[in-house]
T-cell receptor, first 113, second 110 residues
């Protein structure tokens, strides 16, 4: 069993839909929870990160963390075709040497016009 | 200006060769990393490095070695390349929890 599980998709939605992307994890020591977007043949792009439990909003994106359930979500409102990409969740425990991210396998999202 | 850059973008080489991938960041970050993304798109940490400490993922073969000439650069040297080393290698840097990734180097070993 992987430390971080993510449904690979693909997830296909019509333009304007609300998208829900999720990850579960097993390591209760994780402190920071991140979401990355990766377009084909590009590097991962940091969308947002949260510390511990709670919500964080940035424009059309909302991240939620439920540490008691070991479950995190990313919601995308008013989805656009340009949101079509692979979304990766990542988690880490900060230490003096920085942090080494543990990634989920990614969910491929397709937003159709 | 590109925050994290890598060269080359593509690298095709034969088994047994030694190769290097270069990474530079202009963000002023203290910590840099190397990740490997396999054919199934799974990203896995290889190294974490700052000017004080190198942390190696225990699953990384010792044929792989990071070399840092200064705080803004972390190069990846690979000895005796094997077919299984074919992947996309990403460099990243951070000053806090969020890491910023380079565009990747697609390595193909034939």
């Amino acid at each position: 069993q992987k430390e971080v599980e993510q449904d690979p998709g693909p997830l296909s939605v019509p333009e304007g839909a609300i998208v829900s992307l999720n990850c579960t994890y097993s390591n209760s020591a994780f402190q920071y929870f991140m979401w990355y977007r990766q377009y084909s043949r590009k590097g991962p792009e940091l969308l947002m990160y949260t510390y511990s439990s709670g919500n964080k909003e940035d424009g059309r994106f909302t991240a939620q963390v439920d540490k008691s359930s070991k479950y995190i979500s990313l919601f995308i409102r008013d989805s656009q075709p340009s949101d079509s990409a692979t979304y990766l969740c990542a988690m880490t425990v900060m230490n003096n040497a920085g942090n080494m991210l543990t990634f989920g396998g990614g969910t491929r999202l397709m937003v159709k016009p | 200006d590109t925050a994290v850059s890598q060269t080359p973008k593509y690298l095709v080489t034969q088994m047994g060769n030694d190769k290097s991938i270069k990474c530079e960041q202009n963000l002023g970050h203290d910590t840099m990393y190397w990740y490997k993304q396999d054919s199934k798109k799974f990203l896995k940490i290889m190294f974490s490095y700052n000017n004080k400490e190198l942390i190696i993922n225990e699953t990384v073969p010792n044929r792989f070695s990071p070399k840092s000439p200064d705080k803004a650069h972390l190069n990846l040297h690979i000895n005796s390349l094997e077919l299984g080393d074919s992947a996309v290698y990403f460099c990243a840097s951070s000053q806090g929890p969020g890491q910023y990734f380079g565009p990747g180097t697609r390595l193909t070993v034939t």
